[in-house]
């Protein structure tokens, strides 16, 4: 079955870096696009980022754009975060996301707190 595996939040201070990882299994990786969304208390969940599936073509969100960075490893199955020039305005549970079969299927989240 489908299982996206979120690590690497954690706290850090406005101006940080982060970077989150998402480990993926049960389907094929290398061919589907993945995706980053990220979801703030109170509010609803927003995308982040997505990576086509051989990395040429890459979406951010306006909020973060010029500040983080997607990519991927297919030969590992992992897709990655790259977070710089961190704000509170970050402060959010992130979630790894693949539209498999019809079917969105997410991972369990990732908590990042950005201190002011």
């Known amino acids: 079955q489908v299982q996206l595996v979120e690590s690497g939040g954690g706290l850090v201070q406005a101006g940080g870096s982060l970077r989150l990882s998402c480990a993926a299994s049960g389907f094929a990786f290398g061919i589907y696009v993945m995706r980053w969304y990220r979801q703030a208390p109170g509010k609803e969940r927003e995308f982040v980022a997505a990576?086509?599936?051989?990395?040429?073509?890459?979406n951010y969100a306006d909020s973060v754009k010029g500040r983080f960075a997607i990519s991927r490893d297919n030969a590992k199955n992992t897709m990655y975060l790259q977070m710089n020039s961190l704000n509170p305005e970050d402060t959010a549970v992130y979630y790894c996301?693949?539209?498999?079969?019809?079917?969105?299927?997410w991972g369990q989240g990732t908590q990042v707190t950005v201190s002011s």
């Open positions: 996301n693949v539209i498999y079969q019809s079917t969105n299927y």
């Open positions: 990576i086509s599936p051989l990395s040429n073509t890459r």
